[in-house]
C-alpha cells in the first residue's frame, strides 16, 4: 500500500519534472490502429526510388522545411497560394508533394482517418535515408496536421544558403537544436541536387555572404561549365559531385576538399569555427559516428515542438484541411 502510494507519487514526479502532457509521440503509437503503416510505406518509397532516385533526396528536404517550421505538422502540405510552398526557399525549389499525397492515399485506403500526414512526412524521410543506405533509427508516431501555415515563419526561419556558420549555429540553437544537429543534419547534402542561382555567386561574384569563402579551382572551374554567368539560373548540379544518390559520408570528404556547393556547406569546414570543424572531420573519417549523429539529429528535429490531440486534426488529404 505504501509502496504503491510511493510509485503513484514518483510516476507523477517523473510527468511533472518532464513537462509531459499525457499525449506524447511514441514508436508504437499505431501500432493497434495502423500495424503495417511501415510496410506500406516501405513499399512504396522502394517504388520511389527505383523510378527516381533524386526523389527520395527531395523528401529528406521536405521533412527538414516542415518540421524546422512549428514542428512537423505537415503545414508544408498546405498548397493554398498564401502558404509555407510559396515562402522563398520552398517556391520553384522543394518537391515531393505529390508523393507525400500519393503515400497518404495508400495509408487511408488501410487504416482510414488514422495516420497524420505530419507522421507520414517523418516516417518517409527515415524510409529514404535507408533505401539510399543510410542509417536507421526508431521514429515516434503522435504528431497531428496544422490547421493552418505560415508563409512569412518559413521565410524567417529556413536558414538560406549564404549564412556562414555563425549564423547557421543560431538557426539551428534557436529550434532547439545543437551545433551537433547542425553537423550531422548538413550531411543530408550528401544526396540531392541544387540549382545554380542558389551557389553562382560563389562562382562569378558578387559575394553574398558576410565571411570569407574558397573553393578548390578545379571545382570551381567544372561548377561554372553547368552553371554560366547569365541564364541558366534552374540547372541543375550534385550536391555531393561523386555519390548524388547514395547516403554515405562523402559529403564531409568534400568540405575537407574544399567541394561544398553552397556556402552553408563549404563554411563548416572554413568557417573559422573549430569545434564545427572538428565535427566535419571525425564525420568525413568515421561514416558510423556520422550516422549515429544523423539518425541522434533526425530525432531531436521530429520531436521538437510536436502538435498533440486535443489540437490539430488527422487530415484526410495532406494538401487541404478537413
Ligand atoms: C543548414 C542549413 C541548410 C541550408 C542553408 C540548406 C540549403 C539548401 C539548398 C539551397 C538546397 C538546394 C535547393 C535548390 O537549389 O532548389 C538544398 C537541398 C537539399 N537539402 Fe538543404 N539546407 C540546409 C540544411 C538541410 C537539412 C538539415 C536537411 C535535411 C535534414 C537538408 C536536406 C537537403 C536535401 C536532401 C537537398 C537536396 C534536395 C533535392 O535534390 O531535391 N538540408 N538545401
Ligand atoms: C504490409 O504492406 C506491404 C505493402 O503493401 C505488403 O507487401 C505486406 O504484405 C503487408 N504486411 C502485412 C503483414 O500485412
Ligand atoms: C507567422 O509567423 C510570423 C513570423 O514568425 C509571426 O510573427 C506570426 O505571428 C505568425 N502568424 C501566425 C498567424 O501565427
Ligand atoms: C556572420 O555574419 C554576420 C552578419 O551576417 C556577421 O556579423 C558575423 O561576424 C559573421 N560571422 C563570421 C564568423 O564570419
Ligand atoms: C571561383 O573562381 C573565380 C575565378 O577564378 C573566383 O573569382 C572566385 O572567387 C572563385 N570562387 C571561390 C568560392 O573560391
Ligand atoms: C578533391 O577535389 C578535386 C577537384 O574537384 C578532385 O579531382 C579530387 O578527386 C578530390 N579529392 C578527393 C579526395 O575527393
Ligand atoms: C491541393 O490539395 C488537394 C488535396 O490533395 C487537392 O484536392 C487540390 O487539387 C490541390 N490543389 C492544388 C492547387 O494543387
Known sequence: MASSIVSMISIFLLFAMSGHALASLSPTFYSSTCPNLTGIVRAAVQQVVASE??????????????????????????????????????????????????????????????????????IVARECVMAL?????????????????????AN?????????VSRLIANFQSHGLSVQDLVALSGSHTIGQGQCGNFKSRLYGPSLSSSPDYMNPYYNQSLRSQCPSSGGDSNLSPLDLQTPVVFDNKYYKNLINFSGLFHSDQTLWSGGDWTVAQLVHTYAMNQARFFQDFATGMINMGNLKPLLAPNGQIRKYCGKVN
Open 53 to 122: 532516385p533524386r526523389m527520395c533526396a527531395s523528401l529528406v528536404r521536405l521533412f527538414f522545411h516542415d518540421c524546422h517550421v512549428n514542428g512537423c505538422d505537415a503545414s508544408i502540405m498546405l498548397n493554398g497560394s498564401n502558404n509555407e510552398q510559396f515562402a522563398f526557399p520552398n517556391i520553384n525549389s522543394l518537391r515531393g508533394y505529390n508523393v507525400i499525397e500519393n503515400i497518404k492515399a495508400l495509408v487511408e485506403a488501410k487504416c482510414p482517418n488514422t495516420v497524420s500526414c505530419a507522421d507520414i512526412i517523418v
Open 156 to 164: 524567417v526561419e529556413l536558414p538560406p544558403f549564404f549564412l556562414n
Open 133 to 153: 543506405n543510410g542509417p536507421t533509427w526508431t521514429v515516434t508516431f503522435g504528431r497531428r496536421d496544422s490547421l493552418t501555415a505560415n508563409q512569412t515563419a
